[in-house]
């Protein structure tokens, strides 16, 4: 197994199966200081970098939370129009990432453009993390799901997992990665073109991803309606079908009516009672439109408020690892 030490975060297609679990045993390693509020000294001498293109509520937040609790430093920036990146000159990034590293440690970064962290590591001595670029990938965010199913069914291999909501989400695309490391069959459901609404884009998994995880063995298949899906699966990962453009850098808040969710791509409580394992569990990396009604939280199927948990969990274990900490 490769050194964590240094290294980048970039995609889960370069992660193989000994590493997962060793992001996993050093999160649960570092989970009970999460557990009991505590904070400790592992990364006194270090400072995180966050460098956000893209609006974020968790992501940032939780590197932030795992990093205090780490006892590190923090700085950087939620939104680019606060630096010169976003104003009249839009710096490079070359330019940016090269300051960027002179101010910390490690850079987490999440960019409206695929592929902007992979660029950013290019021009960086200091490892980067990848908290999410356009509709490319979003590892730190698979990562947690992965551990937040261990956790919750004490196993990843041989559960059977049903991905239901927009394929050209990055969470989709680093899910189809992480899965072809293990034993779990996937099915995806997710709208064709004009599915939703006259226009409506195409939703599935573009064939560039299928054709990715049909060379790493990813045991998947695709169904139209959750229905079909919903009484094997062990795992039910949920993201919205109604939401913005990921490629942009920009999205205003709009009174617009928005279209609601079709019953195919809908985990409701309803449809969980009448077809759902007992023992199956739900996640979504959050935030939502109608596709997971809010009743759904006080259901024994509900993990999100764990798979929130387990985010700051798995960024401390990342963040110790790539910083040396904990070899
Ligand atoms: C995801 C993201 O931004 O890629 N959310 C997240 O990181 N918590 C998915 C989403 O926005 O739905």
């Known amino acids: 197994m490769r050194s964590f030490t240094g290294r980048d975060i970039l995609s889960l297609n370069e992660f193989e199966r ?3 679990f060793r992001v996993f045993e050093i ?6 200081i999460a557990r009991n509020r505590q904070n400790t000294d592992l990364l006194r001498a270090k400072t995180m970098v966050t460098a956000f293109y893209q609006p974020s509520t968790r992501t940032r937040l939780s590197h932030e939370a795992a990093m205090h609790r780490l006892g590190g430093r923090v700085t950087g920036f939620a939104d680019p129009k606060t630096t010169r990146a976003g ?20 850079i987490v970064m999440r960019h409206f453009q695929a592929g902007a962290p992979q660029e950013a590591a290019g021009w960086s001595s200091v490892p980067v993390i990848n908290a999410g670029d356009g509709w490319g990938e979003h590892p730190t965010q698979v990562l947690t799901d992965l551990y937040t199913v261990l956790r919750e069914r004490g196993r990843i291999d041989g559960l059977r997992w049903l991905a239901v909501g927009d394929m050209r989400m990055r969470t989709m695309h680093s899910l189809g990665h992480a899965l072809s490391q293990f034993d779990c069959p996937v099915t995806f459901v997710a709208p064709p073109a004009d599915a939703l609404f006259p226009g409506s884009p ?3 998994m573009p064939e560039e991803y299928k054709a990715r995880f049909a060379r790493s063995g990813l045991d998947f298949r695709e169904a139209e309606h959750v ?14 079908v109604i939401q913005p453009d990921y490629t942009l850098a920009h999205h205003e808040a709009s009174e ?13 409580r309803e449809l969980l009672a009448a077809k759902a394992k007992s023992d199956a569990i739900v996640l979504h990396s959050l935030p939502r439109m109608d596709e997971l009604p809010q009743d759904i939280d006080t259901t024994r199927w509900s993990r999100l408020w764990q798979e929130a948990f387990n985010g700051v969990v798995v960024r401390m274990a990342l963040l110790a690892l790539v910083l040396g900490a904990v070899e």
């Open 18 to 20: 000994q590493e997962f």
């Open 27 to 32: 999160a649960d390693r570092l989970e009970p």
């Open 87 to 106: 104003d009249f000159y839009q710096e490079s990034l070359k330019d940016t990432v090269r300051m960027l590293e002179a101010y910390g440690d490690v």
């Open 202 to 204: 195409d939703m599935r």
């Open 227 to 240: 229905e079909q899906a919903i009484v094997e699966a062990d795992v039910i990962l949920v993201e919205p």
């Open 256 to 268: 617009e009516a928005r279209p609601s969710t079709p019953a195919n791509y809908k985990i409701t």
